[in-house]
């Protein structure tokens, strides 16, 4: 089947995570929204350089671990059964036992701007099983917005600033510095000089 073809019928879950995403075309990465296959363009070198500053610091503090915790990128977070035609691929999660606890996602200038879509993103991975924290590190700048599922059931945000900053992750009980994550990263900038703007 064709991948215009593939992209264009309404998809489970299951089947979409079933599937080889190269067969839905050349996009960098795909996330299945109400049944449809929407397709996310590559990430820029900042983006790139920030999530290898992450996976590096957090597969360093998990390593040796004897509570299962793992890092893993690229892998899918479906929503509870609500939401079968939902899945998300975040840009990196923790993963204890089977599911997911902590996801944490790069976000652009353009998904800034586009708040609607990221809050709904948002939404979707604040559904999925196991989920406790959810991580959103900002790409031109010293800026992370963390998430936590609180004892109610609700949901407690803390904006974190400035490159000495510390992050926080006390469902998997880890602190990891901003100047960390970013140490390859120029936020603000893209290699050469020029201002950042779409990932």
Known sequence: MASAELKQRVWTAEEFLATDQHEFGDAWRYDLV????????????????????????VGNRLRSRA????????????????????????DAMIRCGE????????????????????????????????????????????????????????????AIGERDAILRLPSVGIEIPLAEICEFATPGQEPGGEELDDA
């Open 34 to 57: 109400d049944g449809a296959i929407v397709a996310h363009a590559a990430p820029s070198p900042n983006h790139g350089a920030i999530l290898s500053g992450l996976s590096t610091a």
């Open 67 to 90: 509570d299962g915790c793992r890092p893993e990128s690229g892998s899918g977070a479906v929503p509870r059964q609500s939401q079968r035609n939902t899945a998300r691929i975040p």
């Open 99 to 158: 599911n997911p606890r902590v996801v944490f996602e790069v976000v652009s200038p353009s998904e800034v701007r586009h708040w609607r879509t990221r809050d709904r993103r948002r939404l979707d991975l604040q559904a999925v099983a196991g989920v406790r924290e959810i991580v959103e590190i900002c790409q031109d700048e010293y800026a992370v917005h963390a998430y936590r599922l609180a004892a109610d059931g609700s949901w407690d945000f803390e």
